[in-house]
């Protein structure tokens, strides 16, 4: 029977062999509106760049091997990838906002972290005995990413981390130091104890 922490977002499931832990995205509206907006900005964009493409292609094959028309192709794809590229991450994180979860499921063998919005998933998992020194994020600010809101906004670092192979990994997205701590006691309860620790 699923248990809902108080004042906490997460739900979590007892199983006899397993735990899951899920996290809801934080549903906020503004969110939504700005990369709504936004994914309209890069569209637009986007086709007029598509449309310059176009317009340069005609070009280069009307004046036969026009080089300034072929130099104009060329230095348009990377504007075009990139403008692609922003709008897969609009309509990712404007859905992630909408129907976003994060589902963690903990055995004493592995460690799953499960991504899903609507019906869409993507998994990862961890062999437990690879996990090490799981905690919460006390990852240092960069200058790039100014603050901690502004990190769970663009989709940064999550509050949980722990070492893995020799690299960090982290979930738990837009939580609240609190939230994390009490998910990270609920994970250490079903994980070996040399690797939770």
């Not at 091997?65 to 897969?88: D, E, H, K, Y």
């Not at 901690?148 to 722990?162: D, E, Q, R, Y």
Request: hydrophobic share 45%; net charge positive; aromatic share 12%.
């Amino acid at each position: 029977m699923p248990i809902k922490a108080p004042s906490f977002r997460h739900v979590v499931e007892n199983f006899e062999n397993k735990v899951r832990v899920t996290i809801p995205s934080r549903k906020n509206f503004l969110y939504f509106v700005w990369f709504t907006i936004w994914l309209i900005v890069w569209g637009y964009a986007t086709s007029r760049l598509s449309h310059l493409w176009e317009l340069a292609i005609r070009g280069a094959r009307a004046g036969q091997g026009n080089v300034a028309a072929t130099m104009l192709i060329v230095c348009l794809v990377p504007f075009l990838v990139v403008s692609l590229g922003m709008i897969a991450f609009a309509i990712h994180t404007a859905l992630w906002h909408l129907s976003g979860k994060e589902i963690i499921e903990v055995t004493p063998q592995s460690l799953t972290v499960t991504k899903q919005v609507f019906r869409w998933k993507w998994s990862k998992v961890h062999s437990s005995d690879k996990i090490h020194k799981l905690r919460t994020n006390t990852q240092r600010l960069s200058m790039f990413f100014p603050s901690k809101k502004v990190k769970s906004f663009l989709g940064g670092p999550g509050m949980i981390a722990f070492d893995y192979g020799g690299r960090l990994s982290h979930f738990g997205f837009n939580i609240s130091e609190e939230e994390a701590e009490h998910i990270i006691l609920v994970i250490k309860d079903r994980l070996p104890q040399q690797n939770a620790g």
